[in-house]
C-alpha cells in the first residue's frame, strides 16, 4: 500500500495548518514567542504525531511510547499544540503560554509529561536523543526516537558529538529531522536552504541522509517509512522550510525570530489566511498509532554490601568510586558512560561487570552529560564520569540536567591542586562552585574508600541531579564497615572539650587537617576536625554547634579556588547566626609540582592550618 492511500494526507494537512493557528494565538495571547519557527515545522510535526509516531495519548509516560524531543526548543508553542490535537491538553489552556502559572513554558521542561528533557539551549537535543535510543536497547523495547532539530543549531560542536557517537552505536532506532528553514536570529542560518553541504557532513558522520521539501506532507511521510527500513545506522531528514510558512506578513522574512503577531488586525489577518489553507477531507480526525507495550518486572534497587576495606588501607576514591558502581551494577537501571578516561576514573571496572551497560563515548564531554539525560528521561540512573575539569566543557548540559532534574550522578576525578605534575589545565579547581551554582544538584566530596562506597549507594537512590569529587592520590580509610554516611550530612572526626578551633576539610584537606591536628595537640593545642563529605545540602545545624563549642572559630581548607567551594558553603550556613569563617583555599593559578609541594605552596597544608589556628 502507497503512503498516498495508508494516510489520509488531507487530514495531516488540516492538522498543519491548526498546529499553525494555535501556535500563532498562544504566542499573540503571551505577548512573546517564536510563531515563525512553528510555522516552518507544522507539516513535519503533523506527521510525526499523527501517522509516524506510536504513543499513547492519554499515557505520555508510557516506556513503550515512542519519543519525541524538541532541540528547537523555542518551538515550544506547536508542541504543545500537538498534544492539544491529540486531547491531552485542553485548547484552550495554550492560551496560558508563559504564564507564571502555567506549566506551558517558554521552552519545553519535564514539568510537562510530555517532554523527557528540558530544551531551549540549542545544541543539546540529539545528544539526549541518543540516550534515549540506547535505554531502548537497556530495556529491550522496540520504541523509536525522534529528534526536531533546527538548522541554526547545527553549528554547535555538541550535535556532531551526538552524531559521531549515535553512529558509533548504530542506533536505527534514531531518527533525526532538521528544519531548514534558512533563517537563525539574527539572520540567515550558515547553508541557508543549500542541504547538500549539510548532508554531506551527516554522511561523513555514518547518518544515512535523506533530503525532502518538509511541507509536503507525502514527502515527510516516505522518509520516515524509509527511515524505519535502515538498519545499522541513523537517519538524518533534511526537511526544506519557509520560516513563518503559511502567512504572507512573515513568510520567509527576516526579523522575526522571537516575533509574535500583535493582538487586533495583525493577528487577526494572519488567522484569516490560515482558515483559507484547510482542504476538504472527509472522515474523523487522525489518531495516532498505538505502541506495542511490554510488561516488565518491577526495579530492583541494589545495595553495595558491606565494605571491604580496613582501616588503614590506602585506596583512592576514584578507584573506590569504580568498585562501587560495579557492584551496583546489581540494579539493571544503572549504566555507566565514558569519557576516554575509564582506566583513571575506574569506571573501567564496571564496564568489566556490566559491558551491556557500559557506553564509551570518547572524548565527547557535552554528549556525555546529554546522553545521561536522555538515560535517565527514561527511568536510567547513569554514572557518567571524567576528569573534573573536563567537565567544564559540558556546564551548559549540567546546567539544563538541573532544569530537568533528572537523575544523573556525575563523578569529575582528578580535581584540585593533589592531582601534581600534570599542571593547572589538568586541575578542576572551580568544580565545586559550578555544581553548587545550580540549587538542586546533591554535591558530595568524599576522604576515602568507605565513604565514597557510601555516598555512592545514596546518591544513586536520592532523587535529582547529584556530583561527587573524587581524588587522585591514595588516602588511608579511617571509616569503619559500618559506618553510615547520610546526605546532608558530616563527620566530626576528632574533638575535646577544650577545642579552640573547628577545622573543616573534605577529600585530601581533610587528612592534611588530621595532620594539623597532631601537631598542635603535641604542643597542648586541642581543634576539632570536621569531615564535610556532603558540601551541598550541607549540615548547617551541626556546623553552628561546632562554631559554638569552639567560641566562633572556623576554619575551611580546600583544594579548590576560594569562590564557590567549600568555605562559601560554610560561610552561608553560619552566617544567620553570626559567624565569620576563616577560608584556606587555592588562590591563584597553579603550577605543575609533586602534590606535597602544591598543597604546601597554595596555602592548604598542615602547616598553614597549624599558622591559621595560632593566629
Excluded at 474523523?284 to 518486572?297: D, E, F, K, L, N
Excluded at 530492583?300 to 576514584?318: E, F, M, N, P
Excluded at 538515560?375 to 571524567?386: C, E
Excluded at 580509610?477 to 577545622?503: H, M, Q, W
Amino acid at each position: 500500500m502507497s503512503v498516498e492511500t495508508s494516510v489520509r494526507v488531507p487530514a495531516l494537512i488540516n492538522v498543519a495548518t491548526r498546529l499553525r493557528i494555535d501556535s500563532v494565538r498562544s504566542t499573540s495571547e503571551a505577548g512573546s514567542g517564536h510563531p515563525s519557527t512553528c510555522c516552518s515545522a507544522a507539516e513535519i510535526v503533523a506527521v510525526l504525531f499523527f501517522a509516524e509516531m506510536r504513543y499513547d495519548p492519554r499515557d505520555p509516560q508510557n516506556p513503550d511510547n515512542d519519543r519525541f524531543v524538541l532541540s528547537k526548543g523555542h518551538g515550544a508553542p506547536i508542541l504543545y499544540a500537538a498534544w492539544a490535537e491529540v486531547g491531552f491538553l485542553k485548547r484552550e489552556a495554550l492560551l496560558s503560554l508563559r504564564r507564571l502559572d502555567s506549566d506551558l513554558e517558554g521552552h519545553p521542561t519535564p514539568r510537562l509529561p510530555f517532554v523527557d528533557v528540558a530544551t531551549g539551549s540549542v545544541g543539546q537535543g540529539l545528544a539526549s536523543g541518543v540516550g534515549i535510543a540506547l535505554n531502548a536497547r537497556r530495556i529491550n523495547s522496540d520504541y523509536r526516537t525522534y529528534v526536531l532539530l533546527g538548522d541554526g543549531e547545527c553549528a554547535e560542536g555538541s550535535v556532531w558529538e551526538a552524531a559521531s557517537v549515535a553512529a558509533e552505536y548504530k542506533l536505527d532506532s534514531l531518527c533525526g529531522i532538521t528544519d531548514v528553514n534558512a533563517l537563525g536570529q539574527s539572520g540567515p542560518t550558515l547553508w541557508q536552504h543549500d542541504t547538500e553541504p549539510l548532508a554531506a557532513r551527516w554522511r561523513a558522520f555514518g547518518w544515512h541522509v535523506l533530503t525532502v521539501d518538509g511541507h509536503d506532507v507525502v514527502e515527510i511521510l516516505d522518509a520516515l517509512e524509509k527511515a524505519r527500513q535502515t538498519r545499522g545506522r541513523p537517519t538524518m531528514i533534511l526537511a526544506r522550510t519557509i520560516k513563518g510558512k503559511g502567512i504572507s506578513l512573515m513568510e520567509g522574512k527576516e526579523g522575526w525570530h522571537g516575533k509574535p503577531l500583535k493582538k487586533g488586525e495583525e493577528l487577526n489577518k494572519a488567522l484569516a489566511e490560515l482558515q483559507l489553507q484547510f482542504v476538504p477531507d472527509e472522515g474523523p480526525p487522525p489518531q495516532p498509532p498505538m505502541p506495542r507495550t511490554v510488561s516488565r518486572p518491577a526495579p530492583r534497587q541494589a545495595s553495595i554490601g558491606r565494605s571491604a576495606y580496613k582501616l588503614g588501607d590506602q585506596v583512592a576514591t576514584r578507584e573506590a568510586y569504580g568498585d562501587a558502581i560495579a557492584r551496583l551494577g546489581g540494579d539493571d537501571r544503572v549504566v555507566a558512560i565514558d569519557g576516554d578516561v575509564k582506566n583513571s576514573t575506574f569506571s573501567e571496572k564496571f564496564e568489566q561487570a556490566h559491558p551491556d551497560r557500559f557506553y564509551q563515548v570518547y572524548i565527547a564531554e557535552q554528549a556525555m552529560i546529554g546522553i545521561a539525560m536522555g538515560l535517565a528521561s527514561r527511568g536510567a540512573i547513569p554514572f557518567p564520569s571524567t576528569f573534573a575539569a573536563f567537565l567544564t566543557r559540558a556546564y551548559d548540559f549540567v546546567r539544563m540536567t538541573a532544569i530537568s532534574f533528572l537523575n544523573v550522578k556525575i563523578a569529575g576525578s582528578h580535581a584540585g591542586v593533589s592531582i601534581g605534575e600534570d599542571g593547572p589545565s589538568q586541575m578542576g579547581l572551580e568544580d565545586l562552585a559550578m555544581m553548587r551554582a545550580q540549587p538542586n544538584i546533591t554535591v558530595l566530596y568524599p576522604s576515602d574508600a568507605v565513604s565514597t562506597e557510601r555516598l555512592i549507594e545514596r546518591m544513586a537512590y536520592h532523587p535529582g541531579p547529584a556530583y561527587m569529587r573524587t581524588t587522585r592520590p591514595k588516602t588511608p580509610v579511617i571509616y569503619g564497615p559500618d559506618e553510615t554516611f547520610e546526605i546532608g550530612g558530616l563527620k566530626v572526626v576528632r574533638e575535646s572539650n577544650s577545642d579552640v578551633a573547628s577545622v573543616i576539610g573534605a577529600g585530601v584537606t581533610l587528612f592534611e587537617a588530621l595532620k594539623a591536628y597532631d601537631e598542635l595537640k603535641a604542643q597542648g593545642i586541642n581543634i576539632r576536625v570536621i569531615d564535610l563529605y556532603s558540601v551541598q545540602p550541607v549540615d548547617a545545624a551541626a556546623l553552628i554547634r561546632c562554631a559554638r563549642a569552639t567560641k566562633g572559630q572556623l576554619i575551611t581548607v580546600e583544594d579548590h579556588y576560594a569562590a564557590g567551594g567549600i568555605g562559601d558553603a560554610v560561610a552561608e550556613a553560619v552566617a544567620p547566626e553570626g559567624f565569620t569563617v576563616r577560608r584556606l583555599a587555592v588562590s591563584e593559578i597553579p603550577r605543575s609540582g609533586a602534590p606535597a609541594e602544591l598543597l604546601d605552596r597554595y596555602g592548604i597544608s598542615a602547616r598553614h592550618i597549624v599558622a591559621a589556628v595560632k593566629g
